[in-house]
């Protein structure tokens, strides 16, 4: 079982470095081809890391982008997959950082009351992703109800029973974190 | 992932060869090579250098030693600085190892305070010699930036800081040749303004970042 994702995972190495040096020439084909399968890889990657978040597919596209503008970069004497998941590991980190609460507005303004009852919401978001998981829970709880559940600072501060200064510093250092857990990480 | 098909689309329509890429290594050796010639050509140029440092090079294994491992500390940091441009290429080794050097190499002309390697002396001083470090290392650093620039560095402010401690390192290492030899002036007028160099670039990079950010912001 091993021998054959060994296998397959070569083989996709291999197939994407030859992809990407053919886009490199300015073949079309090709590199379609490569995007399509590097959007459904990506995709896979950040969903079981950080769990389905409704930016995952903002966060794929930022990566294709990126993958397109650094495709110069790509030196087919080294291994494709560091160079493109540098890039997907950068880009996650930024959008866990931008992410700025994009729910709906009346979802926003809902009444502090009303997020003390949604405590599934919370645990819910707190399951979804192997390492948001594993994080410390102080920085679990502070990035999932900025950054997943989408309390503003003052909601998560509140709810959390800590100041917003601390619960700043705390999201700080889960990303931190999360980018660390992400480098060490392996496809 | 029909939102995905759009883009993909739009991406790889029309879409222009991008050229092989650039061999990192032999990039940064270049840098290097033409940076390094730049510095000992200007500082000749601009100043008489220390009669006996060539000597002293020859006759003297621990002034040799500590040259080298400027030569190996400045070698890395100018790879590192280019591999940070490109997306995984930099690895935690090579910064580590390049960190240590820095230290090390800083290191010794801090021991040289108690156990100096040459006996301290005036021999050879340049009036404007932290002025001078700074301003050679100039063109370097904005040369490297350029280079950076072409590439993708996923963390600018990483790349611009190893590129800008590169290009400073290099006229403060040949301080010790071109320059009066006593450990404490070595370390205010030779090597704090490389390191200087180094911070410079950083506060460029994050005042160009922001003002890049502030200026999306205005066109969204």
Sequence with gaps: MAVTENAAFAADEERWSTLMVSAQAGHEGDYRCLLGELSEVVLHYLASRIGPQHYLD??????????????HTYDSSRRFRPWLFAIVRHKAVDALRKNQTVQN???????????????EQIENGVMSGRLINSLPLDYREAITLTKIVGLSTAEAATHLGISQSALKVRVHRAISKLRQMMEADTL | MSKHNALIDSLATDLQPSGRSWNINLLASTWLLFSAAYVVIVAHVLGPIRPEAITQLQNEPRFLLESLLGIAAITLTALSAFRAAVPGALSRPLIAVTAGLIVLWILNYVAGIYSPTLAPSMAGKREHCSLETFFYATPPMIAAFL???????????????????????????????????????????????????????????????KLRTSGKHQAQ
């Design chain 1, 58 to 71: 903002d966060c794929v596209q930022e990566t294709l982008i990126a993958v397109h503008q650094a495709r």
């Design chain 1, 105 to 119: 507005t009346a979802e926003r303004q809902r009444s502090f009351e009303e997020v003390e009852t949604g405590n």
């Design chain 2, 147 to 209: 280079f950076a620039r072409r590439l993708y560095p996923l963390q600018p402010a990483k790349t611009a800081l190893l590129a800008g401690l590169a290009a400073g390192m290099l006229p403060a290492l040949y301080m010790q040749i071109a320059c009066m030899y006593e450990p404490v002036h070595i370390l205010k007028f030779h090597i704090l303004p490389g390191l200087t160099v180094g911070f410079a670039a950083l506060a460029v990079t994050f005042g160009w970042l």
